[in-house]
């Protein structure tokens, strides 16, 4: 094998593993960050929960001003909850879009240079 046979293939072999490192590797890390995250804000507004007690009253308070305000604050909790796990998730994709394009940038300037 001469040299430049071994270089060449030095060469295929980083940009591979340079590829393997930016797109799947960090694919994984943004997904796993994205779930603590969003597993996080389930501790706050715990949307399985406050649908299943969608209908029941807060605090067992079982008159008809308790299902009112209990209706009220509920449907409130899942509605916000959803908005912000929506924008959590919207965050994370944008991230790892910009992630994902950053070095087809940076080449198209370098080409452009």
């Known amino acids: ?27 994984f890390i943004f997904g796993g960050r994205a779930l603590k995250t969003l597993e996080r804000l389930d501790q706050v507004f715990a949307l399985k929960v406050t649908w299943r007690y969608f209908g029941q009253p807060l605090f067992k308070d ?22 912000i796990y929506s924008l959590v998730a919207c965050i994370f994709t944008a991230g790892f879009i910009i992630w994902s394009l950053t070095p087809v940038y940076l080449l198209l300037g370098i080409i452009k240079a």
């Open 62 to 83: 079982f008159t008809y001003i308790g299902y009112f305000l209990g209706l009220i604050f509920r449907a409130s909790r899942i509605l916000v909850g959803v908005v």
């Open 1 to 27: 094998m001469t040299a430049l046979a071994y270089l060449w293939r030095q060469v295929a072999y980083r940009i591979r593993q340079f590829f393997l490192h930016w797109y799947v590797h960090s694919y």
